[in-house]
């Protein structure tokens, strides 16, 4: 009589279950815009309520500046590139000082042009697509003048401001000083 019972309830509860499915009417949706997404057809305009006075886009408030962006003093000159040479030393403590991180991220940047030893005489200089890299040693250089390089870039090499960090900039130019001295 027991299990009797059992299977009756069970199967009510199965009857109760199945008839709470309706495909017509669907049950509550958390978050509905996850499923009924709103999408946009590629190149089309967009209404005009979706931007500030139908503007296609927003400018930036006045006087913000880009998260992450660490300003630099020293403007891409001449001058600015002697002012460097001349005034601009590492921020980085000894012990911020990483000899093995510096000569990892030269490796990456640097020696294809400018050679293992700094001599000038990397991959792309054996094979002549570029001419006239320098050699470390025939020039003045100071750290400041080498992070300003790194920064803005110079004659035929460009910027690696995009490719690293401030900090790893000063870890590339602490490096190439000990280039410099061997």
């Known amino acids: 009589m027991k299990s009797l019972y059992k299977i009756t309830l069970i199967f009510g509860l199965m009857i109760l279950v199945a008839s709470c499915h309706n495909d017509a009417n669907p049950n509550y949706q958390y978050f509905p815009n996850m499923y009924e997404a709103v999408s946009a057809e590629t190149y089309a305009t967009a209404p005009v309520d979706v931007f500030k006075n139908g503007n296609e886009a927003q400018l930036p408030a006045a006087g913000s500046i880009n998260r992450g962006f660490e300003p630099f003093d020293y403007a891409n000159t001449p001058e600015g590139y002697a002012l460097a040479k001349a005034n601009l030393i590492s921020p980085l403590t000894v012990e911020e000082k990483n000899s093995e991180k510096g000569k ?30 320098p050699n470390y040693k ?25 490719q690293m960090s401030t900090h790893e900039r000063w870890l590339v130019a602490d490096y190439v000083l000990k280039l410099k001295a061997q």
């Open 138 to 162: 025939d020039r003045e250089i100071t750290e400041g003048s080498i992070f300003y390089v790194e920064t803005y870039g110079l004659n035929a090499m460009g910027s690696h401001a995009n």
């Open 104 to 133: 990892e991220l030269y490796e990456i940047y640097c020696i294809s042009c400018h050679g293992g030893s700094g001599d000038g005489n990397g991959k792309l200089v054996e094979r002549e697509k570029f001419l006239g890299v």
